[in-house]
């Protein structure tokens, strides 16, 4: 049996993602192996044909995965694409903090390096050298 849903969520470098059925429900997980191999990759908010098989885990994947075109949306498709625009703005939330606090780190090692060399240029506070 063949159900209809959008791709909600993906994660390129690992190759997989989830799609939200249009008539509601659970998320089910999608590999990249189910996509149809016509030279595009998934797309976020993409309408999909997929039937539903259960993995050797025990849960729920589509596969034969068929993309519909995006004229046929109905208002469920249109809900449905809200929650990802949701997932995408959270995810370019976390990546923006990510860069900040990076930043943050980055300028504090500086400004550290910076009072320990001049520190270590003042002759008085380098300990001198002893023999043995």
């Known amino acids: 049996m063949r159900f209809e849903g959008v791709l909600s969520a993906w994660n390129p470098d690992a ?6 059925p249009v008539d509601g429900g659970d998320e089910v997980f999608v590999g990249l192996g189910a996509f149809p191999t016509d030279g595009e990759g998934p797309r976020l908010d993409e309408p999909l044909s997929f039937e539903i098989v259960t993995g050797r885990d025990g849960r729920k994947q589509a596969v034969n995965l068929k993309r519909r075109p995006a004229a046929a949306e ?11 625009q ?23 090692l500086t400004v550290g390096g910076v009072r320990w060399w001049q520190a270590a240029e003042k002759p008085a506070d380098v300990a001198p050298l002893t023999r043995r």
């Open 15 to 20: 190759g997989y993602g989830t799609i939200h």
């Open 74 to 84: 109905g208002s469920a498709l249109r809900e449905a694409t809200g929650v990802g």
């Open 86 to 108: 949701a997932r995408v703005q959270r995810a370019q939330r976390k990546r923006r903090l990510g860069w900040a606090a990076g930043a943050v780190i980055v300028l504090m």
